[in-house]
């Protein structure tokens, strides 16, 4: 619990906007509220989840223990490929799927936090499963029902992916640049053009695929997002290896029709679709935390490991310094997000709060891995399967796998200006 001094406004912890008299969740959802005293001031923030979400998260710890095995797992880091149709058809046969999406069922967001929080410290292939979620949380949130019909429900059974068309070759940061057309002809659009880290898509049953529509209108306001099916003629999907082992993808549009029924949100309305799935990515199921799992390897292996003067690494204080830091900001990673989540829980889209959980996370993540490798040294490069390689070669893996958790979900110099423009009042940079 951490205790906070009365009537002092805590912004890094309460919705925005709002005092230290509002609870921070709904009783029996989401995060317990706080407690006041006879004026009505806080004094304390109760920050422990309520018992639903943490009956949930046991659901989830439970199906993990007998679903989850080291050959899926294996497959995963072999492949390049992170995910498990097999898998996820198993969460949602358990119900851990349909009610975790946004304001669809009788789930909370926070509980989607949950169940993405237990598949990443176990170390379950979730990336696909991330994605279609939050395409599935944007069909709902501005889909018509033929995409909720054809669409929305094949994903909750699991057996079904969605893909990000988002960035391109010389438009990746800057999304709002791209130049992949569609023209209308009739009834249908036309699509040319090219997208890059299309991750997924040779997964994928369809693709959010943001087009120009409008080149005569300011770049923001010239878009819109479709939802394509993969399988229409005229696509074509390249693999990209990245140094993380996972397989990313180029993917290319060559005349690809689709009817106006597979468009999302308005003509030239596709910046605001946009918004709505940066706010999911970043808010909800793109902001945990990386280095709570890489902290139990490190810790375990240090436990098991002989340092130069003969004792346990564990025992080293530099290493122990690091290992409590690390926790730390963990933790402080994890309230961040429950804010985005609090957010979500409360009918708002935390774009702004998503993109604060994301900067701290990664950020702190990869000075983490930065500190395990020097404290391994040279078995901290030593990867899977190589003998002597330091926590079975997860150091190494963490070490290539950090870099790119800056990047997705937009990288940290756009997350910055996000938060610089929208929280801080600065002028645009760009």
């Not at 899977?384 to 290539?400: H, K, L, P, T």
Request: proline residues 5%.
């Amino acid at each position: 619990r951490l205790r906070l001094q009365r009537g002092v406004r805590h912004p890094a912890v309460l919705p925005p906007g709002q005092g230290a008299d509002v609870p921070t969740g709904r009783p029996g959802k989401g995060v317990s509220p706080a407690r006041r005293d006879d004026s009505g001031a806080h004094l304390l923030m109760d920050f422990s989840l309520g018992d639903r979400a943490e009956a949930f998260r046991s659901e989830v710890r439970t199906f993990l223990d007998g679903h989850l095995t080291a050959d899926v797992v294996e497959r995963m880091h072999t492949t390049g490929t992170f995910n498990d149709k097999d898998f996820n058809a198993g969460l949602a046969e358990a119900g851990l799927l349909a009610g975790a999406i946004p304001g669809y069922g009788d789930r909370d967001p926070i509980e989607l936090y949950v169940l993405f929080n237990e598949l990443e410290k176990a170390g379950a292939p979730y990336d696909g499963l991330a994605v279609t979620m939050l395409v599935a949380g944007v069909i709902h949130a501005v889909g018509t029902d033929f995409h909720r019909a054809e669409v929305l429900e094949r994903l909750l059974t699991g057996r079904y992916n969605c893909c990000l068309g988002y960035s391109e070759p010389d438009h990746g940061s800057d999304v709002a640049a791209i130049t992949t057309r569609a023209v209308r002809d009739g009834d249908e659009w036309v699509i040319d053009g090219q997208k890059m880290w299309t991750t997924m898509a040779h997964e994928a049953d369809w693709v959010i695929l943001l087009t120009r529509t409008n080149p005569d209108v300011p770049k923001h306001k010239g878009l819109t997002m479709f939802l394509v099916p993969m399988d229409h003629p005229g696509i074509e999907v390249q693999p990209v290896p990245t140094m993380a082992t996972e397989r990313t993808n180029a993917t290319f549009y060559d005349g690809v029709r689709v009817g106006d029924r597979w468009r999302l949100g308005e003509i030239d309305g596709g910046w605001s679709v946009m918004g709505v799935a940066l706010a999911f990515e970043r808010g909800v199921m793109g902001g945990t935390n990386p280095a709570v799992p890489l902290l139990r390897r490190v810790r375990q292996w240090a436990a098991e490991t002989t340092s130069p003067d003969g004792g346990r690494m564990l025992d080293d204080p530099l290493l122990r310094e690091r290992l409590a830091r690390t926790a730390m900001a963990n933790q402080v990673s994890q309230l961040l997000t429950l804010r985005a989540a609090w957010i979500a829980a409360t009918g708002g889209l935390p774009g702004l709060e998503g993109s604060m959980a994301k900067l701290y996370a990664t950020e702190r993540y990869q000075q983490a891995v930065g500190w395990f490798q020097q404290m391994a040294a040279a078995e901290g490069l030593l990867s899977f399967g190589v003998a002597g390689s330091a926590a079975d070669g997860w150091i190494d893996y963490e070490g290539r796998h950090s870099p790119v958790t800056t990047i997705y979900g937009g990288t940290t110099e756009i997350n910055r200006n996000n938060v610089a423009e929208r929280h801080l009042g600065l002028p645009r940079s760009r």
